[in-house]
C-alpha cells in the first residue's frame, strides 16, 4: 500500500562504516569493548559504536551508515527558543557495552551531556537518551536527533514525513505531531527488500516529530534518489541544569507490511491516547442546513434562515421540519440528524458560531417541541459547534473570531457549558466546525469527551490520529468521473489510507463523510456512493435535498451495519 513521501537535509555527523559482525548471546571477546554487535532473529545486523548507532546491515547490503547524537533543534522552529544552549561538537565520546543486547553511548558537547541506552529486543531497538541541560541559565526547549544515513534499494515509499527546514522555521513547532500536518507520530519506510519502522516511546502527551529527509535537495533528485536521512524531533523543555530522557524506538525487518513496521507505534499510540471513548453509531445520518445569509436577512425572515421546513424560527417551520426528516430517517434505519446554522446567519458574522448554544427566541420556543419529536420517534438531534475559538467583538457591527486556551481552565469550562446547554436541549449528536488537527484541540477533546461520556457522538472536521479516540471524525468525498471512465473513483478528503490507519490505531473509531461533489458522468453501473461509504467503514452523511439516496441506503445499510448501527463481521 503506496502512502505520501517527501524530506529535507539535516545536521549529520557521519563515520565510516562498520563491518557488522555478529556475535552470539552471551559471546564475549575485546572488540565488545569498542562495539556493540547484535543480530535480529531475521538476520538484521546492528552495531554500536561511541558514536552511537553507526550501522545495519542486510546481508552484505549496509542499509544504515552514520552515527546517532542529539544537538539543540530551537533553531529548527520558529519562536522555539534563544537557541543559546550550544551542542555543536562532540567534545567527548564512550561507549560501555552492557551484554549481548544493551550498550551504553556517552556524548559530551559544550553545554549539554547525552547518555543513550541502546537496548535491542527481537526486531527492535529502543534509544533512550537522557539528555543533560548544562547551562546555567537557559533552557532547550527542542531536542533534535541525527546521523543515520539509510541507503535504500531503490526509492523508498511508506508514511515519510519530509519538509524544508524553511517550512518550520516559518510555522513553528505547531507542525509537530499531533497536528495537522503531521498526522502520525510513527513512520515507516520500504524499498524492495527491507522494511523499517519508527515510533516514539514512553514521550507522554509531548509533540514530536519524525522526518525523512532527502538526500540531495536538487529539484532533480529529491525523490529519484534512495538515500534518506533520520531526523527526530522532541518538543520538551529541558530547563537549566535539567535532565530527560527521550527515548525512540526503530524496527528493521524484511517484512514490510505497514502494519508489522508500524506496530511498536500502535503499542506506543494506545499506551498514550488510550482506546476509543465513544460508542460510534454507523448508521446513516442526514444532514440540514439551515442558514442562508446575511442579504437573505428581512423584516419577514430576521436571522437569515433558508425557506420552507428550514424556517425554525416559526412554529409552522420547526413542525415542517420534523415532517420533512423523521419519516425517512426511521423508513430507512437512519440515527438522527445534524443541522448547521441553528441561530441562522448571525450579522455579526463568525459564519458557523463559537457562541453555538445561543439561539434567537424564536427558535429558543421552538426547541422544546423539535425535541420532543425526535425523542418520540428515536431519533438523534445534533447541531454544528465550534470548540477551539470564541467570539469577540472587533468593531462596533461584527466580532473577530480567536482561539481558546485548551489549558486554562475558565476556557474549559465556558466551552463545556455551552455543550451542557445543547446537551440539556435533546443535542447527542455534534459536528465540530474548523476542529481536531492541532494538539490543542486533541487536548481540549479530551476533556470535552471525559465531561460527554460514551453516548454521545462527534464529529471533527480536521483529524490527526491522536483526536481519534475522543471523537469521530468528519469529511467530504468528491466522485471524479471526468475523463477516462475507467479511471473513475471517489475520494475521501480525509484519505482512505489516513483512515485505514486511524481504525487500525482505534479499534471502534469512526468516520462520517458527505458527497460533495460529483465531477464528469460516472460509468453505467459504477459503484454507489453508499456502497464506497459502506465499504470503506465510513459513516454516510446523507442531505435532506438528495432524497434521491434514500432508497440505496435502506438497500445496503443492512449488508454492512446491523439495527444499532454496529459494522457486520466481515
Known amino acids: 500500500m503506496k502512502r505520501w513521501a517527501s524530506g529535507r537535509a539535516g545536521l549529520l555527523w557521519l563515520v565510516p562504516g562498520i563491518l557488522a559482525v555478529p ?192 538526500a540531495d535537495w536538487n529539484p532533480d533528485k529529491r525523490e529519484k534518489l534512495p538515500k534518506r536521512n533520520l531526523l527526530y524531533f522532541v518538543v520538551s523543555a529541558i530547563p537549566p541544569r535539567g535532565a530527560q530522557t527521550l527515548d525512540l524506538k526503530l524496527r528493521v525487518s524484511p517484512e514490510r507490511d505497514w502494519k508489522h513496521l508500524l506496530q511498536p507505534y500502535r503499542e506506543h499510540f494506545q499506551e498514550t491516547f488510550g482506546a476509543v471513548r465513544y460508542k460510534a453509531d454507523n448508521r446513516w445520518i442526514a444532514t440540514d442546513y439551515l442558514n442562508h445569509s446575511q442579504q437573505a436577512i428581512s423584516p419577514q425572515n430576521p436571522y437569515g434562515f433558508h425557506g420552507g421546513h428550514r424556517r425554525i424560527d416559526t412554529a409552522d417551520g420547526a413542525k415542517l421540519f420534523c415532517d420533512t426528516l423523521i419519516a425517512p430517517l426511521k423508513d430507512a434505519n437512519g440515527q438522527g440528524v445534524i443541522v448547521w446554522g441553528q441561530g441562522g446567519d448571525d450579522p455579526r458574522g463568525g459564519m458557523y458560531r463559537p457562541d453555538f448554544d445561543v439561539m434567537p427566541p424564536e427558535v429558543e420556543a421552538n426547541w422544546a417541541a423539535l425535541q420532543q419529536r425526535f425523542k418520540d420517534a428515536g431519533q438523534r438531534l445534533g447541531v454544528c459547534t465550534r470548540p477551539r475559538h470564541m467570539a469577540v467583538r472587533d468593531n462596533w457591527k461584527s466580532d473577530a473570531i480567536i482561539d481558546i486556551n485548551p489549558d486554562d481552565p475558565g476556557h474549559r469550562e465556558m466551552l463545556w457549558k455551552r455543550f451542557k446547554t445543547m446537551m440539556d436541549k435533546g443535542c447527542t449528536l455534534f459536528y465540530l466546525d474548523s476542529f481536531g488537527s492541532s494538539f490543542e484541540d486533541v487536548k481540549l477533546m479530551r476533556y470535552l469527551r471525559e465531561k460527554m461520556g460514551p453516548d454521545v457522538l462527534t464529529f471533527c472536521e480536521h483529524q490527526c490520529d491522536a483526536i481519534i479516540p475522543f471523537s469521530g471524525g468528519y469529511s467530504e468525498t468528491t466522485l471524479d468521473a471526468e475523463g477516462d471512465p475507467k479511471n473513475a473513483h471517489y475520494g475521501l478528503w480525509s484519505g482512505m489510507e489516513n483512515w485505514e490507519i486511524y481504525r487500525w490505531l482505534v479499534p471502534g473509531a469512526q468516520m462520517a463523510s458527505r458527497l460533495y461533489q460529483v465531477k464528469g458522468k460516472p460509468p453505467e453501473g459504477f459503484e454507489s456512493p453508499e456502497r464506497f461509504f459502506y465499504r470503506g467503514h465510513v459513516t454516510p452523511l446523507v442531505p435532506t435535498s438528495d432524497s434521491r439516496r434514500m432508497a440505496p441506503l435502506k438497500a445496503v445499510q443492512p449488508e454492512y451495519v446491523d439495527e444499532k448501527g454496529q459494522w457486520k463481521a466481515e
Open 23 to 214: 556475535l552470539l548471546a552471551g559471546e564475549a571477546d575485546e572488540k565488545t569493548k569498542s562495539a556493540l554487535r547484535y543480530r535480529t532473529p531475521r538476520g538484521v545486523e546492528f552495531v554500536v559504536t561511541d558514536a552511537g548507532l553507526s550501522s545495519i546491515r542486510v546481508g552484505e547490503r549496509e542499509l544504515v551508515k552514520g552515527g546517532w547524537s542529539a544537538w539543540n533543534a530551537e533553531p529548527w522552529f520558529k519562536g522555539a527558543g534563544s537557541g543559546k544552549v550550544k551542542t555543536k561538537t562532540i567534545l567527548e565520546k564512550s561507549i560501555e557495552v552492557l551484554g549481548a543486547e544493551r550498550a551504553r553511548v556517552r556524548h559530551v558537547k559544550e553545554d549539554v551531556t547525552c547518555v543513550f541506552e541502546y537496548s535491542f529486543a527481537g526486531e527492535d531497538v529502543t534509544i533512550s537518551a537522557r539528555i543533560e541541560n548544562n547551562h546555567a541559565t537557559e533552557a532547550m526547549a527542542v531536542t533534535g536527533f541525527s546521523g543515520l544515513q539509510f541507503a535504500f534499494d531503490r526509492p523508498p515509499t511508506g508514511l515519510m514525513q519530509c519538509q524544508h527546514i524553511s517550512y518550520f522555521q516559518a510555522h513553528g513547532v505547531g507542525l509537530c505531531h499531533p497536528g495537522h500536518w503531521s498526522k502520525f507520530g510513527g513512520s515507516y519506510a520500504t524499498d524492495g527488500t527491507i522494511g523499517v519502522g519508527t515510533s516514539p516511546s514512553k514521550t507522554g502527551w509531548t509533540r514530536t516529530l519524525t522526518l525523512w529527509d532527502y
